[in-house]
């Protein structure tokens, strides 16, 4: 299992423990949950969590009566995930693994969903996506959904166009990279999200369809309210909160206005698994 030394130490940082809970990512962790509702199976239908991080969205799945098996390449995530799993003995995340997205353990045709979150931005060659995503497949049962979670090429140049960043030579000429050929690099001066690949929504949905899934639909997850000010003292208010949540489920068909989007894709009925 390779993770390229940058991506590795930025989330041993133990960060990604609070991004769920914090700013933008809490209108992510909303809307993911909306759109996620919206289309899985009932539960106790299993579903796969590759790349799940510390275990938010394993967690949630769990309270749901789902059995979610979490895989994911960083030991401290996998450390918080089952720390998270033993806070709620009577719904426990079913297993949590060290490993790849690109070979999993799981068997063919052993869950009813994947959920897709870091491998499609960490995995920067489009070879390494593909076969994630085939592994994906491949784990599937006939008839099983994908929930794959990309970056918007743009997010980096809204975010600068927002707090004024645009007018560094070094950023501008990221964002530039980022919207040209989707590699997201940080430069050396910027404390900015680490080594990735930002997709634009065609190219999410044709990566999907080539690796032998039907796409269904793609859908922006925040939307573009995270733009108003003062968005974090916005969303501890219920009314205001519940506006930014209806603006997001307006736009969803757009996802060029929010900085992460989903691909809702399924294996085809009656699909052989490749072993």
């Given at each position: 299992m390779q993770i390229p030394p940058e991506i590795e130490a930025f989330y041993n940082e133990g960060t990604e423990v609070r991004r769920l809970t914090q700013g933008l990512g809490r209108l992510e962790f909303v809307r993911m949950q909306e759109i996620m509702t919206k289309y899985l199976p009932p539960a106790p239908a299993a579903v796969a969590?590759?790349?799940?991080?510390?275990?938010?969205?394993?967690?949630?799945?769990?309270?749901?009566?789902?059995?979610?098996?979490?895989?994911?390449?960083?030991?401290?995530h996998i450390t918080q995930a089952?720390?998270?799993?033993?806070?709620?003995?009577?719904?426990p995340i079913r297993s949590c693994e060290l490993g790849d997205a690109r070979h999993l353990s799981l068997d063919d045709a052993s869950v009813d969903a994947v959920l897709l979150h870091g491998p499609l931005y960490h995995?920067?060659?489009?070879?390494?996506?593909?076969?994630?995503?085939?592994e994906a497949l491949r784990v599937l049962r006939s008839g099983g959904?994908?929930?794959?979670?990309?970056?918007?090429?743009?997010?980096?140049?809204?975010?600068?166009?927002?707090?004024?960043?645009?007018?560094?030579?070094?950023?501008?000429?990221?964002?530039?990279?980022?919207?040209?050929?989707?590699?997201?690099?940080?430069?050396?001066?910027?404390?900015?999200?680490?080594?990735?690949?930002?997709?634009?929504?065609?190219?999410?949905?044709?990566?999907?369809?080539d690796a032998g899934f039907e796409h269904e639909v793609t859908l922006?997850?925040?939307?573009?309210?995270?733009?108003?000010?003062?968005?974090?003292?916005?969303?501890?208010?219920?009314?205001?909160?519940?506006?930014?949540?209806?603006?997001?489920?307006?736009?969803?068909?757009?996802?060029?206005?929010?900085?992460h989007m989903v691909a809702v894709a399924r294996k085809p009925q009656h699909a052989q698994s490749k072993s």
């Open positions: 969590d590759i790349g799940g991080g510390p275990g938010a969205y394993a967690i949630w799945l769990a309270r749901q009566g789902y059995a979610v098996d979490l895989v994911d390449p960083i030991a401290l089952e720390q998270a799993s033993a806070q709620q003995p009577e719904h995995l920067t060659a489009a070879a390494d996506r593909r076969v994630a995503l085939e959904l994908l929930f794959a979670v990309a970056i918007s090429a743009y997010a980096s140049t809204i975010v600068g166009l927002v707090k004024d960043w645009i007018w560094d030579r070094e950023y501008l000429a990221m964002i530039r990279e980022e919207i040209e050929t989707g590699q997201h690099r940080r430069p050396a001066t910027w404390r900015v999200f680490t080594t990735a690949y930002f997709h634009h929504a065609t190219g999410l949905a044709k990566e999907l369809v922006g997850i925040q939307g573009p309210g995270w733009l108003v000010p003062d968005f974090e003292q916005r969303l501890d208010e219920p009314r205001q909160r519940e506006v930014l949540l209806q603006i997001a489920r307006l736009v969803e068909r757009d996802p060029t206005h929010s900085p």
